[in-house]
């Protein structure tokens, strides 16, 4: 993903946020919540299950609802042709 891409979290409270991705893998996401000086930078870990990716941000937990799985293919598909390895 871009460094400007958008993605849209759930608070505990159900509240549905758009975030800043700054860092995107299948291991982790990292994610700025909030705008300006006050933003806060959170790491979106997989759910022990795989089916989520979830972290904590100033003691409250936000969810992006994708497994490890979707975000792999998801990985795979902005990867462009011909940007391999040579061999």
């Not at 000086?37 to 959170?42: A, G, K, M, Y």
């Amino acid at each position: 993903m871009q460094t400007s891409a958008k993605i849209k979290v759930e608070t505990e409270a159900g509240q549905i946020i758009e975030v800043v991705v700054t860092s995107f893998s299948a291991d982790a996401i990292w994610v700025l919540v909030g705008a300006g000086p006050h933003s806060s930078r959170c790491k979106l870990e997989p759910t022990r299950n795989g089916l989520a990716y979830s972290g904590s941000v100033m003691g409250r937990e936000i969810i992006y609802p994708h497994s490890v799985k979707e975000v792999r293919e998801e990985l795979a598909r902005e990867v462009q042709p011909g940007g391999g390895f040579r061999r």
